[in-house]
């Protein structure tokens, strides 16, 4: 199987959330993909913020142009620069942001995979259709079980590129503002740098930005 860019969608807001999504980003690169942890590779909400508000930003609007720069990134990992998902459908519910980026990734038709070993969001010891429907009704219980059946269902959906235009305006926005600000954390070397993502997200995203 080609390697891959995966997307890991699910829960990152406690440190056995965080652990079991690290599991499963783990377990893909040993089967030789790489990987897009948003909490690792991306940025973290609380601690980006944290450094915008020492550095004088009011904490509401900090927080408004940092989802802002969130959403564009994880929407450009999502569309462009990874070819599947893994979805981690575990937790009291499903979580909120991993849902959204399920949706998407079912409507541009990427291949996905859904991972659950939780039955507290079953009803009647089934998933809500509206989730489930997205991955055929269909799941992985152990995380060693992933690389498998994501290369079951690349064979079944094969990943594609997307002609940008195609996409709605809004999508494309977001795209671009995506791009534009990983372009900026890689030429950074801000993996984990919280001060220089603060800086780049500042230049890019924060009010009266160019």
Same mark, same amino acid.
Request: negative net charge; charged residues 20%; glycine residues 6%.
């Given at each position: !199987?080609?390697?891959? /860019? ?6 990152? $807001? ?6 079991? !999504? ?42 408004? $142009?940092?989802? &802002? ?12 620069? /990874? ?17 959204? &980026?399920?949706? !998407? ?16 969001? !079953? ?14 009704? @269909? ?62 997200? @500042? ?8």
């Amino acid at each position: !199987m080609q390697s891959l /860019c995966v997307y890991c969608a699910g829960p990152l $807001f406690n440190q056995s959330e965080r652990t079991e !999504m690290t599991a499963i980003a783990d377990v893909l690169v040993e089967a030789g993909h790489s990987v897009y942890l948003p909490h690792r590779d991306g940025m973290e909400f609380r601690l980006v913020r944290e450094v915008l508000i020492e550095q004088g930003w009011e904490a509401a609007l900090a927080g408004q $142009f940092l989802h &802002e720069a969130i959403f564009a990134l994880d929407v450009y990992q999502l569309v462009v620069a /990874c070819d599947a998902v893994v979805w981690n459908l575990n937790g009291r519910v499903p979580d909120e942001g991993a849902v959204s &980026e399920a949706a !998407m990734a079912w409507t541009l038709g990427k291949p996905m995979i859904a991972y659950q070993d939780d039955v507290r969001s !079953m009803i009647a010891g089934r998933m809500n259709p509206l989730l489930v429907g997205l991955v055929d009704f @269909t799941s992985v219980q152990q995380i060693h079980e992933i690389p498998a059946a994501l290369h079951a269902e690349c064979r079944q959906f094969p990943p594609r590129k997307f002609d940008l235009e195609h996409l709605p305006k809004r999508v494309r926005t977001a795209v671009a503002r995506g791009a534009e600000l990983w372009n900026a954390l890689r030429k950074e070397s801000a993996y984990g740098e919280n001060r220089i993502i603060a800086e780049c997200v @500042t230049t890019l995203f924060a009010p009266g930005a160019a």
